[in-house]
Each structure stands twice: as C-alpha cells, then as structure tokens.
C-alpha cells in the first residue's frame, strides 16, 4: 500500500521548489517530500566541477549542498515519471529529463529518514502519509 501512495504523490507531479536547513524540503504542488539526504549520478561530476571553478566552495561551511541545490533546481517543473522503493526504503526518483534522485536512508546521526506529508515539517508532527524512521520500515498513515 505504500508503494501505491509513494506513486500516487510522486509519479506526474514535478519540484515546484526546495529549502535547505538540517534537512531538505522538495515541493511538489501540494505535497512535499522531506528527508535527511539524497544523492543523484549527477553529484560525483558536478562537485568536482564545482571544486575546481567555484573558489567559494572550499570556504562553505555545507560544501556538499551546492551541488545538491544545483541539481534540484536543474530539475525542477520536470515530470517525475516513476518511483521506485528499494529493500532500505531509500526512494529512488527519476524525472523525464532522464536524471534521478535517489532519497537516501543511511544518515545515523537522526531518527528519521524521510516523509511525504502536507506540512513540508519533520514526520513527528503526526501528518505525514508516509514515513521512514529506519532503513527497511515505513510507516504510512494515509
């Protein structure tokens, strides 16, 4: 069943926006996909191109978020076009464009991992649809 919800809030919608704190919050229209981390093919080629010609880089206190930003906003208003959850509950998300976010679930300094709600807050404010706390566990509430 949450694999069923994960296509219905996912598949045909598109990033309308993000925000970056301690975690990240994707908007998709209505919903938003909030999680700890997530990585993409493209992150490897874009730090160190990044490295090598934007000197502000070795200065910043969060070095890995620009690329993660840049590759965010590169996809945004494209259509997701499918999801996919593996064995770790790690979301797997690719948009027409041809590239893919995967949402990870390996951050071990936190107690959950990522959530799909209405709110675009943390999954303990009780409204989230779907919810990972652990590697392997998701929770739904919808």
């Known amino acids: 069943m949450s694999v069923e919800i994960l296509n219905k809030t ?3 919608n598109a990033i309308t926006g993000f925000s970056i704190s301690d975690w990240f919050c994707i908007y998709l229209h209505e919903y938003y996909l909030v999680c700890q981390n997530f990585t993409s093919p493209d992150e490897l080629k874009l730090n160190q191109l990044l490295s090598n010609s934007y000197s502000q880089l070795h200065s910043s206190i969060d070095k890995e978020y620009i690329a ?10 494209k259509e997701i076009v499918s999801a996919e959850v ?6 797997t998300i ?10 990870k679930t ?37």
């Open 106 to 142: 390996n951050e071990s300094i936190v107690d959950w991992q990522w959530c799909i709600n209405k709110t675009g807050k943390d999954p303990y404010d009780h409204n989230s649809l779907l919810a990972c706390f652990w590697p392997g566990e998701i929770e739904q509430n919808a």
């Open 68 to 77: 993660k930003c840049t590759i965010l906003a590169a996809n945004m208003r």
């Open 10 to 12: 996912l598949v045909g």
């Open 86 to 91: 593996n064995e770790l509950s790690e979301i």
């Open 94 to 103: 690719c948009f027409n464009n041809g590239s893919d976010l995967v949402i």
